[in-house]
């Protein structure tokens, strides 16, 4: 069974910074595709970004692409996104997700396992 821990939200006034974390845990967890979505009050889960189990590829949401930026580390089986310039916007709750299959995709659905996400909020 894979567990997902998200930790790192906050409050940032806008132009700020933070970087959220994601420590996995179970069999193959470094094999695995990783990503984060985020979900405003009133909207769907959307993508924000995604990275393959080697690290070496990325990819990310016009939205946020130039002021995030994804990582992972696999020694200690957590997986980072640094956050930049950010804005209102941006406010929402987290998620870190894991897909067992396949590279990242943009959809919910394609991810096998998710945290119980945290909250980050911009203030203006």
């Known amino acids: 069974q894979v567990q997902l821990v998200e930790s790192g939200g906050g409050l940032v006034q806008a132009g700020g910074s933070l970087r959220l974390s994601c420590a996995a845990s179970?069999?193959?967890?470094?094999?695995?595709?990783m990503a984060w979505f985020r979900q405003a009050p009133g909207k769907e889960r959307e993508f924000v970004a995604g990275?393959?189990?080697?690290?070496?590829?990325?990819a990310y949401a016009d939205s946020v692409k130039g002021r995030f930026t994804i990582s992972r580390d696999h020694a200690k089986d957590t997986v980072y996104l640094q956050m930049n310039s950010l804005k209102p916007e941006d406010t929402a709750v987290y998620y870190c997700v894991a897909r067992i299959l396949g590279g990242y995709a943009t959809d919910a659905p394609a991810y096998d396992y998710w945290g119980q996400g945290t909250q980050v909020t911009v203030s203006s």
């Open positions: 990275i393959r189990p080697s690290g070496s590829s990325t």
């Open positions: 179970g069999r193959g967890i470094n094999t695995y595709t």
